[in-house]
């Protein structure tokens, strides 16, 4: 697409056109994916011109070379963007347009990309399916019924919908690569600071990652590259080339050592889901990839860390949103106390109370050393199992990207603790920083007769996600997937 | 100083927090501009209106501005520290939370001292261990008597550069307070930290006290004292708050713990409401910014640009130039007051008589417009050129004081320093203001004079001598000032003993 | 380790969310205190496993990324606003404030302080 646009052989607007087009045909309507919360005008903002500067002086960015002339992309809804509103799906900030935009955002617009629209997530990214949308949940289009999973779930939908090639999420526990899983797309996590979180809305700063989804590793690869690089305005970017991802995808993965890391592969573990896993090793062991078992002993403690963490980061990050300066207010309030109880309580919905519950109280006074103090050496502890396998030899590590295939809407949300659980295998990955991406890995029985997709993730060492992105390449191209041009 | 003596067996216990805004050119996390007077809400960006997504970017230049404060303060700079969150709600506070320093601040452990009249202290000086210094950003300002029923909220301020001081409570008397925060000021200053205007709050000063029987160790509860918009307001509330707390307990009550506000109209503390949680900031290490790391090359370079401070600069006037203690004092109070007595000093070479001019006249004229002295329109170089023609007998004092009363005028208008203004020798030659010696002109005036008081010279032979100031002056009056006293006197006894 | 409701209700002040008690009438968007408790306790039940970690080995916590806080590059300017904004995004403003009910600042001021 993007040659053919920088050629000139096909217009600018062409494939953004194209894209509107399909997102109306399958988003809207009873059973419609609802995958977007807002979409560009046909023909749209025009982007940047790669010679205006828009640059920033500091930047190790190569921007304005066209890399995604011309390409559609979905952005999800907790990116900030000037030319549609910005509301993380939540009703404190319904119709919320900010006054700034988002660096990974206008790196997109420098590269050439168009933006499509806005995609639903979970809110304030806090879930695992997309149900927590104050604005109507997203439906996998693997099989309506299903939940995308989340929280990108808008962006790994319309990815899997055909409406485009490649969608901007984010990463917090799982956010991309879980509904990438399970809506059969490639989705990557890079390092922690590779991209810039600038205008990225917080969940929890520590943990929070800008990914990307894509039809193929390729699609992932170039919007990866065009949106990483350091940021002046964020001071957890580091100042590290970009490497070239989508250039070398091909050179394979033989040689490599890749870990299966026991605590993985429960025996509670489905057996569809350990045969579909054993099958894919076969392939990369088939591919030349040197297989090796190997343990990361404190992985049990993963699910907790993180809901120490990341809701403690959250009550604090979601403290802005008071209705002193944008967003929603309750304006019958008589005191400025009842103003930001009634604003905030009615803003919020359940999951969101129920984090900043946990968070403010994993902080407060009597608790803090007990859960915030203490979840942050365990995760020093599980940062260092990872640290143990590479320094062992192994390259890559190679697990399933969720316990089991997405799950039937509603299923889950009665029971926090189960909708917590399903982000066991990639928490992991935000808590020691590393890189993870997931790619398809078959399918399963569904029950109905569908058959919902898996997802295998690869996790790599810090700021190696060239090697990563080579291996899940090789899985995919194992199943056949080529990779259609981007 | 009021220091009102402690009621018999007991005895105050004070510590301070201090926060003074840094002057940096911006934000500290933003790249705003600190001006003040601004047009409500204009000086903001997404960081400092804390809109969803941004980020904080750390100013380098607080962070050399808190490094020179707190070398200053003898405080041990740490090499690491550490950004905290303190989250509470306030409607000037855009993030719900401010970015501060908790567990690991900046630097600790300092003792700063100051010189005081207090005879109790043997050594005369009154020696504050400085617990802490920690960086932080401030909040916005919230006006509540603009709007009926309504608190305005304007964010211009939020995100300028704090530093906050934590003393020990080594504090016995508010006298003592008052003293110690003087020189900190004057510290704050010379270092050129902080503009430390406590009325447009670049300097707060919140302050906790207890009492406690002379002799017990033991700490009794304290109370807060905030509100305060002055030193002599600080001294004040102290006074008004420890007579309280002895109240208390002589009616046999305890004093309770609470943050009280000093009204300065009323002169007197008010419990500020508080709600029991509001205590409870669940300070965590701020995700969004790594530790702060301060290297030896950059302490190192802020030590080798640390400025004299005042109480070495005072010892050396004394030494150098002669001066009196009390001289001393007066010249170094001030960082500009201090670089233009040593400018003038050098450069006439006449060191006494230029700290006589300076506490003198120049001093009287500063304060009557209100001008620091490096606003002031006479420059060191023009008032060492007046000392000059003095003492080189060109001109006398009475007509000096009259040549700078004439410059300051000349300056008026123009711009400090310019050669528009009119030197000292200008004036004089202008005006034909030099001392005449000439002896016939100086015996002519001194015809006249005795010729129009015959009565009086007729006094003085029989024996009056005491009559010969009111010739002098009547020469002078005569010569418009101009004459040389010296020759007037010699040629006036002449004449007079003549027979 | 549970909480009790009383603890769910002082951490909801300290968040500032209501939460309506079992004496109160149910509203819509506020959740009840007893479940919110109920919920977190199932949370805390799992989180427990906590305690089962070895920390004693550990000084200070990780940080990412190791590097120390960068200093702002010189010459970077604030990021600008879109026009209109703040005002246009003020739930209340006037003569370019933003306007909240009125804070009391004493204990003789009615309504809540901070
Ligand atoms: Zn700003």
């Known amino acids: 697409m993007a040659a053919a646009v920088r050629e000139g052989s096909v217009p600018a607007d062409h494939y953004l056109n194209k894209a509107l087009e399909q997102a109306r045909a399958v988003d809207r309507g009873h059973e419609g994916l609802n995958a977007f919360l807002a979409l560009a005008k046909p023909g749209g903002p025009a982007p940047d011109a790669p010679d205006s500067g828009s640059g920033r002086a500091g930047e190790t960015h190569p921007t304005g070379d066209g890399l995604l002339a011309g390409v559609p992309v979905a952005v999800k809804d907790n990116l900030c963007t000037l030319d549609l509103p910005t509301t993380c799906a939540s009703r404190i900030l319904e119709g919320y347009r900010s006054p700034y935009e ?269 859960y915030y103090d203490r979840a942050q050496k365990v995760r020093a502890l599980i940062a260092r199992d990872f640290e143990r396998v590479w320094a062992d030899g192994v390259d890559l590590l190679f697990t399933p990207t969720a316990p089991g295939p997405a799950f039937r809407l509603g299923e889950r949300t009665a029971d926090p603790v189960a909708m917590y659980l399903s982000d066991v295998f990639t928490v992991t990955a935000n808590l020691a920083g590393i890189p993870g991406v997931s790619v398809p890995m078959g399918e399963v029985a569904g029950g109905g007769g569908d058959r919902p997709p898996l997802g295998g993730q690869f996790l790599a060492p810090p700021w190696h996600e060239a090697p990563m992105l080579q291996a899940a390449r090789a899985l995919e191209v194992s199943y056949g997937i080529t990779g259609e041009d981007t | 100083m009021t220091d009102r003596a402690p009621d018999a067996g007991y005895e105050a216990v004070i510590g301070l927090e201090i926060h003074v805004q840094l002057r940096t050119e911006e934000k500290l996390f933003c790249p705003d501009g600190t001006g003040f007077g601004e047009v409500p809400n204009t000086n903001v960006c997404p960081v400092c209106l804390g809109l969803p997504g941004a980020l904080p970017v750390l100013n380098r230049e607080a962070v050399e501005l808190a490094v020179r404060a707190s070398l200053a303060f003898g405080c041990t700079v740490h090499q690491r520290s550490v950004w905290a969150r303190k989250n509470y709600f306030y409607p000037d506070l855009p993030k719900g939370y401010q970015i501060s320093q908790f567990e690991e601040p900046l630097a600790t452990d300092g003792v700063f ?222 960082r500009p007051l201090a670089d233009y007595y040593e400018e003038t000093a050098r450069t006439s070479g006449a060191p006494k008589e230029a700290s006589n001019w300076i506490m003198g006249p120049v001093l009287a004229a500063m304060n009557a417009r209100d001008l620091e002295a490096d606003d002031f329109p006479v420059r060191p170089v023009h008032l060492a050129e007046l000392i000059d023609l003095v003492e080189e007998g060109t001109i006398n004092r009475n007509v000096a004081k009259d040549v700078l009363g004439r410059m300051l005028e000349s300056a008026a208008g123009v711009e400090v320093g310019s050669a528009a203004a009119k030197t000292p020798a200008e004036i004089v030659r202008e005006e034909g203001l030099a001392t005449v010696s000439d002896t016939g002109r100086l015996e002519a005036w001194v015809e006249d004079a005795l010729a129009a008081h015959p009565e009086e010279v007729a006094r003085f032979r029989d024996g009056e001598t005491r009559l010969q100031g009111f010739f002098m002056g009547e020469v002078m009056k005569r010569s418009r000032g101009k004459a040389d006293p010296t020759e007037v006197a010699r040629i006036l006894t002449e004449r007079l003993e003549e027979t | 380790m549970s909480v009790s409701r009383e603890e769910v209700e002082r951490i909801a002040a300290l968040a500032r969310l209501d939460v309506f008690g079992e004496d109160e009438p149910a509203a819509e968007g506020r959740p009840s205190a007893v479940r919110l408790t109920e919920e977190l306790n199932r949370i805390l039940e799992h989180i427990a496993t906590l305690e089962e970690a070895d920390i004693s080995e550990i000084g200070d916590p990780i940080r990412l990324p190791s590097d120390p806080v960068p200093f702002r590059d010189p010459g970077l300017e604030p990021d600008s606003l879109a026009e209109g904004a703040p005002a246009d995004r003020a739930p209340r403003w006037r003569d370019g404030f933003f306007l909240v009910p009125r804070l009391p600042a004493l204990v003789d001021d009615e309504e809540d302080g901070s």
């Open chain 1, 102 to 370: 988002a660096t990974a955002v206008r790196r997109l617009r420098v590269a050439g990309a168009r933006l499509v629209g806005k995609t639903n997530m979970d809110e304030f990214a806090m879930g695992s399916s997309t149900e927590n949308s104050a604005f109507g949940p997203t439906r996998n289009p693997r099989d309506r019924d299903r939940v995308p999973g989340g929280s990108s779930g808008g962006s790994a939908a319309a990815v899997a919908a055909g409406v485009v090639p490649c969608a901007l999420g984010s990463d917090t526990g799982g956010s991309v690569r879980q509904p990438a899983a399970f809506c059969g797309v490639v989705g990557v996590k890079p390092t922690y600071g590779r991209v810039s979180r600038y205008g990225l809305v917080a969940f929890a700063s520590s943990l929070d990652q800008v990914g990307a989804f894509g039809r193929s590793v390729l699609d992932a690869a170039l919007l990866l590259e065009a949106v990483a690089g350091y940021d002046p305005r964020d001071p957890t970017s580091v100042r590290r080339p970009v490497p070239d991802l989508s250039g070398g995808l091909d050179e394979g993965i033989r040689g490599r050592v890749v870990g299966l890391p026991r605590e993985y592969l429960p025996d509670t573990l489905a057996p569809e889901v350990r045969a579909r896993y054993d099958e894919a090793v076969e392939r990369l062991r088939e591919a030349g990839a040197r297989i090796r078992e190997v343990s990361l002993p404190h992985t049990r403690f993963a699910v907790s860390t993180y809901y120490v963490l990341a809701p403690a980061e959250a009550s604090s990050n979601l403290a802005r949103y008071d209705g002193v300066r944008y967003g929603g207010r309750a304006s019958e309030a008589r005191s400025t106390l009842e103003l930001y109880r009634a604003s905030r309580t009615r803003g919020f919905g359940p999951e969101v109370v129920r984090r900043i519950m946990l968070g403010t109280f994993g902080l407060s006074a009597g608790y803090h050393d007990q």
């Open chain 2, 113 to 334: 001292r100051v010189e005081t009249d207090d005879t109790s202290d043997p050594v005369g000086r009154l020696a504050i261990r400085i617990r802490r210094i920690h960086m932080e950003e401030d909040a916005g300002k919230s006006i509540h008597d603009r709007f009926e029923g309504a608190t305005a909220v304007d964010l211009n301020r939020t995100g300028t550069p704090l530093i906050e001081m934590v003393t020990e409570p080594d504090f016995r008397s508010p006298a003592q307070v008052r003293a110690w925060l003087t020189g900190v000021k004057q510290v704050l200053e010379y270092l050129e930290v902080s503009d430390c205007n406590m009325e447009e709050g670049s300097l707060r000063v919140d302050a906790n006290v207890s009492i406690r029987p002379v002799g017990s160790e033991p700490l009794g509860t304290k109370t807060e004292l905030k509100n305060m918009n002055s030193f002599s307001g600080v001294e004040r509330a102290l006074d008004v708050e420890i007579a309280r707390q002895r109240d208390v307990v002589a009616m046999g009550g305890q004093v309770a713990h609470q943050t009280l506000l000093w009204d300065e109209r009323r002169g007197d503390v008010r419990p500020m409401r508080s709600k029991e949680e509001s205590h409870d900031y669940r300070y965590f290490p701020d995700p969004d910014l790594p530790p702060l790391q301060v290297s030896e090359n950059l302490i190192e370079a802020v030590k080798a640009q640390l400025p004299e401070l005042p109480a070495a600069r005072r010892t050396r006037f004394r030494e150098d130039y002669g001066l009196p203690a009390y001289d001393a004092g007066v010249l170094t109070a001030r």
